[in-house]
């Protein structure tokens, strides 16, 4: 009898295949979704990371480029250049100063030294580039303070100030951008407290800064060191002896490659790492599984561009006509050759400073001896006058910062002022006249050109010296500087010799006076006006006026201005400081002492006159914008006056008492000497 088989038994062992092969793909299937999910979460929760600490990278380099300090060497120095509007850079005036960029202080060092070397040697350029020089270790002392002030501000309890005093926080601010960034990280995740750091480097290869490159210079950089007409950070610019290396600052706030950052460049004489990195770490719950990812993004602050609108003007006067003899001038260039009438050996300068105020106006001001403001001790002791002229030229520039074109001061130093002014009516004299007297004015224009103005003048106000600032004096500087004697006879001598008639001798002789307003430039140095240009009618005329003749000052086809429109103005004149013997005392008021500086008749003797009236000076109840930040005011003024002997003279008649025939005689007698004053 057969058995029965079950059915069971009799089944197809290929369906079983099936059913496990099928059961496996979608094992697989499910797993390979929880991991592409997993995957894409985790992809999403990485970009979103991203954001945040690019957020971050970018809120630190922002807070950072509004921190200032203030230096002993510039005053107010930050990342970024600022206008004087900034209620915390007030000084002693009550105005706001402005805040420069540690990038635009060393690129104003280098273009004054490109200026320099244009020159030359014979021109001044040694002197000049000493001048940059040491204004490049300057610059590079307060860039050093800001960095030490930046580094402790990017700790978690770290902090700063900006330009109106209030309190910046880098690390808060950062710490914040990447929370409100995190809040939309994918999936479950939490930021790991504490684990944000910030730190500063530079970047290899460097970047365009916010420093342009010189125009109107001779030469050129290698294409490799720039980039986008800007001086590329990180890179070694050379000059003779010196080197120069911009920081990473540009002109906005932007994110740089992480690959290039570095703690430390390397290879470099000196760098500043502006660059900051954020690095932070995000713990994500991945299906029960906690992760850790960590992210790292790099970026570069920014300086905004200061057009300097109103730099300031150069100022040589001549009240009592410019010198045509054999030591005329006619260029600036007159005025620092290193031969010559401006070079001899009775050319040495006294070097004063004034403080506890503007002098004379300010009550207890003073002047005092200060051969330490001498800044060429080592290239010159003897405090030549050429080289006096050649540091308030250099002052002026360094007013201009980097935008001065190198081929314009370069033709203005050779520019010709053209034919000196005529004889003018001299009231006091009756019928009488005296050489008329003129100024010249250099500007720096917007685009950084050099413009000038011829001005007649009658006279030319005294100005006071600067609190902090110098005044240098030279008497006798140029011995030949008239071709001769001009005498003007019969004129009333004044209360100091009362009753007498005089005259005055016009001497071929003219004394300098030099009054340097920015030598010393920074709240700390630099006295209650910080270093900044006096106000002056003067120059603050439109450097465009209507009717001008054009004059070819710059290589590239640049153009300044010249006019020579009359200019008059109520005012004295006289002098200082004499290397040997005493000053003149003049016969107050027609002829002032030896001294460039306002007399009266003291009922005695002359005494200095203190009347804010008889001088130009700073605007007064100062408070925010500086008027000269916008207009322009007088960096540095260089004064020749010519000397004036007074004599009283006698006329003595006599009748001959064989002809009975009468004559007369006049006798002259010197009695003192000085300056025109009372025109």
């Not at 209620?87 to 202080?105: E, F, M, P, R």
């Not at 300044?560 to 013997?581: D, F, M």
């Amino acid at each position: 009898m057969k058995r029965k088989v079950s059915s069971w038994k009799r089944r197809n062992p290929k369906g079983n295949m099936l059913v496990l092969i099928l059961a496996v793909t979608l094992g697989i299937i499910t797993a390979l979704v929880i991991f592409m999910m997993s995957y894409v979460r985790l992809m999403g929760t990485q970009s979103e990371q991203k954001t945040a600490i690019e957020a971050a990278a970018l809120a630190a380099a922002r807070e950072m480029s509004k921190i200032v300090v203030n230096t002993p060497q510039y005053g107010y120095v930050g990342l970024s250049d600022s206008a004087p509007n900034g209620n915390g850079t007030q000084v002693n005036d009550g105005y706001d100063t402005s805040v420069h960029s540690i990038n635009t202080l060393l690129g104003t060092t280098l273009v004054d030294y490109l200026i320099a070397e244009d020159l030359g040697a014979t021109r001044g350029g040694n002197e000049m580039r000493e001048l940059a020089r040491q204004d490049l270790n300057n610059a590079k002392a307060a860039a050093s303070a800001l960095m030490t002030v930046l580094q402790a501000s990017i700790t978690p309890t770290g902090s700063a100030t900006d330009k109106d005093g209030n309190t910046v926080r880098p690390y808060q601010e950062a710490l914040n951008a990447y929370n409100s960034n995190s809040i939309r990280i994918a999936g479950n995740s939490s930021y790991v407290n504490g684990s944000l750091q910030l730190s500063l480097g530079a970047i290899t290869g460097g970047a365009p800064t916010n420093v342009r490159l010189p125009v109107g210079w001779s030469s050129s950089w290698p294409t490799a060191k720039t980039a986008n007409g800007r001086y590329k950070s990180y890179t070694v610019f050379t000059r003779g002896t010196e080197d120069w290396v911009f920081a990473g600052i540009e002109e906005t706030v932007k994110l740089v490659d992480p690959a290039k950052f570095v703690a430390t460049h390397g290879g470099l004489p000196y760098e500043y790492d502006t660059i900051v990195r954020a690095q932070a770490t995000q713990n994500i719950n991945d299906n029960g599984t906690t992760r850790s990812i960590m992210s790292s993004a790099c970026a570069q602050p920014a300086s905004v561009y200061d057009p300097l609108p109103a730099p300031g003007a150069l100022v040589v006067a001549y009240p009592d006509g410019p010198p045509t003899g054999a030591c005329f001038q006619r260029h600036l260039s007159d005025l620092i050759l290193n031969s010559g009438c401006m070079n001899d050996g009775d050319d040495d300068c006294d070097v004063l400073t004034c403080t506890s105020g503007d002098f004379p106006v300010d009550s207890g001001s003073s002047l005092s001896a200060n051969g330490s403001l001498w800044p060429l001790g080592s290239l010159d002791p003897n405090h030549k006058a050429h080289n006096a002229c050649k540091i308030a030229i250099y002052d002026w520039l360094r007013r201009g910062g980097t935008k001065v074109n190198v081929g314009a001061v370069k033709n203005a130093i050779d520019l010709d002022w053209g034919p000196a002014p005529g004889m003018v009516g001299w009231a006091p004299a009756g019928g009488g006249s005296i050489p008329g007297g003129c100024a010249y004015v250099y500007r720096i224009a917007s685009n950084g050109d050099v413009t000038f103005q011829s001005k007649t003048i009658k006279p030319l106000k005294y100005y006071v010296v600067g609190e902090n600032q110098v005044i240098m004096e030279s008497l006798g500087v140029l011995t030949n500087g008239a071709p001769s004697v001009h005498k003007v006879d019969n004129i009333n001598l004044g209360p100091a010799y009362p009753g007498s008639k005089g005259a005055a001798w016009f001497e071929t002789k003219y004394d300098m006076y030099l009054r340097d307003f920015a030598r010393q430039p920074g709240r700390s140095s630099g006295g209650k006006h910080a270093g900044e240009p006096i106000d002056d009618d003067l120059v603050a005329k439109k450097s465009t006026p209507i009717d001008e003749a054009t004059i070819q000052l710059a290589a590239n086809n640049r153009s300044g201005e010249g006019i020579c429109p009359a200019i008059y103005s109520s005012g004295l004149g006289a002098k200082t400081k004499s290397q040997s013997g005493s000053a003149g005392l003049g016969a107050v008021p027609l002829i002032g002492p030896q001294n460039d500086f306002a007399y009266q008749w003291g009922g005695s003797t002359p005494t200095l006159d203190t009347n804010a009236g008889k001088y130009k000076t700073y605007a007064s109840g100062g408070n925010g914008l500086r008027q000269t930040y916008q207009t322009n005011g007088t960096v540095a003024e260089i004064r020749f006056r010519r000397e004036v002997d007074v004599y009283i003279e006698t006329t003595t008649t006599t009748t001959d008492p064989d002809t009975g025939v009468t004559s007369t005689s006049t006798t002259s007698v010197k009695v003192d000497d000085g300056y025109v004053q009372l025109k």
